[in-house]
């Protein structure tokens, strides 16, 4: 036992033992996404659940691509800590990047977006993050026929 806590001793002398920085806290984008799929309306199928990491403001934006199905009506809807989501922006966008719809218009944040697919095909969902709010969200995407 002596020698252990020479040892220890020894090795805890040549340790430097400083504080470490507080680290930021985490983005849990899953318990936002979860309370989103809770709330989808009804009618609407679950498709697709988007975790949006911003990495404390070093992604601002995050972009996903999906294939959409002529005449069915997609939803996305989006949750951050803001009540009103503010600083948290979803778009979609054509094959040829042309925004076809988003979550922000008149100066309002909306909690989401709905949109009727006129042709089949690949289409871009953009999550950005405008710096008024944290960077840290989660996005769900569901349809109906």
Known sequence: MMVLNLILSFFLSFTNVTPTAVKPMACNSKAF???VI???PKGYTFLKAY????RQGQRKLVRFSYIFSK???YTIRIKNSSPKNE???VKVLDSRKK???SSYARGRYYSGLNYKCSATGIYYI????????????????????
Do not use: E, H, M
Request: proline share 3%.
């Open 126 to 145: 953009t999550f950005q993050f405008d710096g008024k709010g944290d960077y840290c969200a989660g996005g769900v995407l569901a349809f109906k026929r």
């Open 99 to 101: 925004v076809k719809v």
């Open 51 to 54: 975790p949006i990491d911003g």
């Open 87 to 89: 600083g948290l922006i």
């Open 38 to 40: 809770k709330k989808l």
């Open 33 to 35: 996404t979860d309370l």
């Open 71 to 73: 005449n069915s009506t």
